[in-house]
């Protein structure tokens, strides 16, 4: 066991508004039992959206309709955005069909595959917010901590190449997400009718008797786990502020390496904000991950910094005190040392596509999905096909990491009947659109999410029609770079691992950055700040011709941009700005 040489501390300071809101909340009760059956308003107040955030949901408003309700002397069209927790990216057919149901009877009828691999429904009223909390809960589904400053829902591997380890793994991460869930009770109160224990005691910001591992002030700000199995990066592992690697052996799991600090928000302008990539710290084996995820977690609750939410994350928290502090305070808070890290590899951060065969005469179908919006159009109707495969799947939904769906577990009779559905539809072939297509991600930004600066889910789309022209002209439609939009930099698209990204400045601008590894093992780094799209493609068309014709066997563009000087590499997070 190391010991700790370092007297670790928290940041100094008045408290940030949002650790009052936590202790004064009883517990995340607040007052939103009473505001939700409030009339007057479709919304709510502050503090208690801040509450709702760990009860799986924000308070947001449609901005397309902003001026016009204003002229009309309206309050803004709040509606509700809800997030599913879903360990690892798993759905029943029968759970799909409720989603499905709930986003039609109470959502905008649209559903949105998410990069933490769950659902998420937008355009609920608030009168209609207990009715779908139920109905997801009635198919065994929750929304407990989807949000919030807890551990958010814990990503793994949906499709990987080791297929007969997968459901092991996924079974590690499904008890990482339900263990790691607060353990007070005001969720079920508020939305499933549970009576309140009587004498419910007043909060003691030092006393974690209720909430024996967040404590009655929770975590400085949210905290995310993901699970990969190599080669396959396809969770961004190093995005994470805990990832757990899978490390296989003559076919059998022996345990996990250990990654710790990644996090790729920040603030435009801001440089003590940036981006980070989580380091490996050593290995445990699969009984262990609990204890090192408990451990890593009250560190950052007592060490994180809770008067600047911007530098609250843990990556922070990691950079202030040291990576090897960081490390010797976990194995004493264990009482053992982690073991030295076992070799892996990974090679890629994408997904597979079409069909894929995996264990037990078992098939895996990965359809693209645009943005990751389920919906029907005119000449495209996603949402009415995949509802007719979930009315005769046997097998189970995957969500993935890069916002597509897997079809997954069919059986070799089932699986002409899902083809057939798959072909009456038209649903999209991955082979007929361009590598940078399919490696695409996109932030839902406008018009419903606050923060948005730029558009991203609605633009990316015809933005890459553009590009497409540029790919086709140079002879790299099948090549796979990765594209990521996101509307602002708090980076829900994780588009600092993007080889090409945008991130949104003002409307129609955009921060463009390059150099990001294929493989999501290193950063890229701004190329151009506050650009148009005139401007975008006419960069893009000197850097993909110049790949084209310069490139070395087998290189990625990211590693191009880098090997000839059109941007430096990012080691790490504290250079990410120069």
């Not at 609990?290 to 994350?313: C, E, H, L, P």
């Amino acid at each position: 066991m190391a010991d700790s040489k370092v007297e670790l501390k928290a940041p100094e300071g008045k408290p940030d508004d949002v650790e009052r809101i936590k202790r004064e909340s009883n517990y995340l009760r607040g007052s939103l039992k009473e505001s939700m059956l409030e009339r007057i308003s479709a919304g709510i107040s502050d503090d208690d959206n801040r509450l709702m955030k760990f009860h799986g949901s924000y308070l947001q408003d449609d901005r397309d309709l902003r001026l016009e309700r204003l002229k009309q002397k309206l309050e803004p069209a709040y509606q509700f955005m809800l997030r599913v927790r879903l360990p690892g990216g798993i759905s029943t057919p029968e759970q799909w069909l409720v989603m499905d149901d709930l986003a039609t009877k109470y959502g905008n009828g649209t559903l949105k595959l998410t990069t933490r691999m769950t659902f998420q429904m937008h355009g609920i009223l608030k009168w209609n917010m207990k009715n779908t909390m139920q109905g997801i809960n009635n198919a065994l589904m929750d929304t407990i901590a989807a949000c919030g400053d807890v551990n958010r829902n814990v990503m793994c591997n949906p499709n990987p190449y080791q297929s007969e380890i997968h459901g092991e793994v996924y079974e590690w991460a499904k008890k990482l997400s339900d263990d790691l869930l607060p353990k007070t009770r005001a969720y079920h109160e508020i939305w499933l009718d549970e009576e309140q224990v009587a004498g419910t005691p007043q909060v003691d910001p030092n006393e974690h008797e209720a909430e024996p591992m967040y404590g009655a002030l929770y975590l400085p700000r949210k905290f995310k786990i993901g699970v990969a199995i190599p080669p396959s990066n396809d969770v961004d592992i190093y995005s994470q502020d805990l990832g757990f690697i899978a490390v296989v052996e003559n076919d059998k799991l022996v345990g996990f390496n250990v990654a710790i600090g990644g996090g790729l928000g920040m603030s435009h302008g801001d440089e003590s904000t940036y981006p980070q990539l989580a380091k490996v710290i050593g290995f445990c084996k699969p009984e262990q991950i609990y204890d090192v995820a408990y451990q890593i977690i009250t560190i950052q609750r007592d060490y994180g910094n809770r008067s600047v939410r911007k530098n609250a994350r843990f990556k922070y928290t990691v950079d202030r005190l040291g990576l090897e502090n960081v490390k010797a305070e976990l194995e004493n808070r264990l009482g053992w040392s982690l073991e030295e890290t076992r070799e892996f590899t990974f090679d890629n951060n994408g997904d597979r596509y079409g069909w894929v065969k995996g264990v037990k005469g078992k098939w895996h179908f990965t359809l693209f999905v645009e943005g990751g919006r389920i919906v029907d159009t005119e000449n495209y109707k996603l949402m009415t096909a995949l509802r007719e495969i979930a009315g005769i799947h046997k097998g189970d939904f995957r969500l993935t990491a890069n916002q597509n769906v897997i079809i997954a577990n069919v059986s070799s009779q089932k699986k002409k009947h899902i083809n057939d559905l798959i072909e009456k539809y038209g649903l999209i072939d991955s082979e007929k659109i361009s590598g940078l297509r399919r490696s695409s991600m996109a932030c839902v930004a406008l018009p419903t999410c606050g923060l948005a600066m730029a558009e991203a889910e609605r633009y990316l789309p015809t933005l890459i029609d553009k590009i497409d022209e540029i790919v086709d002209a140079n002879g790299l439609r099948n090549e796979e770079i990765t594209i990521r939009m996101t509307g602002c930099p708090n980076s829900c698209g994780r588009p600092s691992l993007g080889e090409i990204a945008f991130i949104g400045k003002a409307p129609g601008k955009y921060n463009m950055y390059l150099g990001a590894a294929h493989d999501g093992s290193r950063l890229n780094k701004m190329y151009r700040e506050n650009i148009g799209e005139a401007e975008i493609l006419r960069e893009l068309g000197g850097l993909l011709s110049s790949y084209a014709k310069e490139r070395e066997n087998g290189e990625h563009f990211g590693d191009f941009v880098i090997r000839t000087g059109v941007v430096k590499a990012t080691t790490d997070g504290t250079n990410f700005h120069s």
